[in-house]
Each structure stands twice: as structure tokens, then as C-alpha cells.
């Protein structure tokens, strides 16, 4: 008789964690958040703008600390172990910055020796994520001449230049056209399939996480209102499609362009 598969324990564990701005403490851009991320998982945080995405990104990566709860990443802790915490992730900001006059190959060691990669391994590393995201022709080209989403591929194959195990996707097909995204989109799928990453990325864009991520939080003003796959959200909300859901559990505040357009075509 074969023993049933040993549970899986969470790479991302997260406890009532909670994150609060003004004087008082009366804006709660996180409120008592609580979610679990597995190994090799692609977890998406799906949630309007201003939902309390990328604040509970740069908590998970220990950039802000939390004003209460509790988070582990990687086994260690965010608000004691930051240092650890950097090291076991790769951040795709929403708003990265991108030294324009450095070539791609350059970047990436910039990056790598701000992480202490040692030398030899940085300049192997950065040649295989070249040739890994298509950029070997143009690793010597600066990058004020690329279009956005080479220069998106570059800022992704910056997240991994250190190879951790962890990596964070904030808004990643943000002001992309839909080429682009579409590159985009086949990227996050090959860092969890081909590349055994844990992928944790936030969007607004429902076909994005829709498409690519293995299960979901839907977050509306800093709190999960639902979490699991697609399939699981959409029984729970009594809705037939991801969007129903989404505009359900956000009180339709997220979806704009979708109610917009349901309005203008509703019968008079």
C-alpha cells in the first residue's frame, strides 16, 4: 500500500498581517492579511488599484515592517530576519528602476555584486539569463534603446540574477503593450515550470492571473476576501467567471472598464 504524500509546508506563511499609515494609524493599506504560498507554486494577489497589492509585496520582501501580524518567508521571519528575507527573494517592482546607460549584461552584474555574487559565477549567471530571455544578440546594447518589454525582460532576468527561490512580480505587464505582455506572460510561466520558482505576482488584470497563476487572493482594501483556484473562487462568489467574481467581492469598485461597458450596452 502507498502512504499518501506528506503535506506540503508553505514557503510564504502569512498571519493576520496587517499594515497602517497616518498619525493614528487610520489608513490600513493592509488589514489582518493571512495567506500561504507553496513550493513551485505561481500565486497571484489579484485587486483593484490601492487594494494593499504592493504594499504586502515590500512587506514580504522586508523593505517596509509591518505594524502587526506576522509573515515567513523562506523560514525566515520579515520583521527579524530582513537581511535573509532579501536574499531568498527577487523583486519585480511596479515602478523599477533602470539605469538606461548600462547594456543588459552590465545591469545584471551591477545587480549580482550588489548581492555578493562571486564573479565568475555572476558572468556565467548573466550570459545564461541572456540567452535564457532572448537578449545574447543585444546583451552589449544600452538599454535607453530597448522597447519596454525588452527592457521588462531584463528587469525580470535582474530578479533572478541572484537565484532565489522566491520571486515577486509586482504588476509585471503594467504600461505594456500587448506584445509585450504577452512575452511577459511566457516568462512567468517558464519561472515556475522550467526554472522551479515560486512566482508571487500582483495584478489588476484579470486574464493575467487568470491564465498563469495556480491559485489566487482577490484583495480589496487591504483585506482577502476570497483565496484559491479560479474554479474555487468562482463556486464561492455563486458567480460563472472570474471577472463576475472579482467585480462581486470588490463591490465592483475594481473593474471599471467591465461595468462601464455593461452599463453602456444594458437595455434602456
Known sequence: MTSP???????????SLSKHYGRRNEVRAVDRLSLEVYPGETFGLLGPNGSGKTTTIRMLNGIVRPTSGRAVVNGYDIST?????????????ESPGLYEKLSPREYLEFVGSLYDVDMKLLKDRAERLLELFGLEQRGDDLLEGFSR????????????IHDPPIVFLDEPT????????????????????KAGKTVFVSS????????????IAIIDRGK????GTVTEIVELSGTSTLEDAFIKLTGGTGHPDALSWRKAVAPA
Open 224 to 227: 482577502a476576501v476570497a483565496v
Open 204 to 215: 489588476h488584470i484579470l486574464s493575467l492571473m487568470e491564465e498563469v497563476c495556480d491559485r
Open 149 to 160: 518589454g525588452m527592457k521588462q525582460k531584463v528587469l525580470i532576468a535582474a530578479a533572478l
Open 174 to 193: 503594467s504600461a505594456l503593450d500587448p506584445l509585450a505582455s504577452l512575452v511577459v506572460r511566457d516568462l512567468i510561466k517558464d519561472l515556475a515550470e
Open 5 to 15: 504524500d506528506p503535506p506540503r509546508a508553505p514557503v510564504i506563511e502569512v498571519r
Open 81 to 93: 530576519q530582513m537581511d535573509d528575507v532579501k536574499r531568498s527573494t527577487g523583486l519585480l517592482a
